[in-house]
């Protein structure tokens, strides 16, 4: 399974950003797909994913009410909508698999996100 990103770059505060993962491969065994983010010199964090089911979504609390994760049409495809960025939002977003086989999850190459003040 291969994950690819797209979609980063450099924004100003208070812009906007819409990431786009699609996998690639043996989808069919992919769980869930969500997005990760990780800054300089932090531990990476998740910071949208659907619940089990895919009947609703989760975030982290900094990001609650700017960010929001979208599937598209195809089982494969995912996206984070980032509105309203803040420049503490400036890390590589990751995508992320779970998958039902082994290796039980797959990572992107990362896209990386700025937010200049």
């Known amino acids: 399974v291969q994950l690819v990103e797209s979609g980063g770059g450099l924004v100003q505060a208070g812009g906007s950003l819409r990431l786009s993962c699609t996998a690639s491969g043996s989808t069919f065994w992919i769980n869930t797909m969500d997005w990760y983010r990780q800054a300089p010199g932090k531990q990476r964090e998740l910071v949208a994913t659907f619940t089990r089911g895919g009947s609703s979504t989760n975030y982290a609390d900094s990001v609650k009410g700017r960010f929001t994760i979208t599937r598209g049409n195809a089982k494969n495809t995912i996206y984070l909508q980032m509105n309203s960025l803040k420049p503490e939002d400036t890390a590589v977003y990751y995508c992320?698999?779970?998958?039902?086989?082994?290796?039980?999850?797959?990572w992107g190459q990362g896209t990386q996100v700025t937010v200049s003040s």
């Open positions: 992320h698999a779970e998958y039902r086989l082994s290796p039980s999850e797959y």
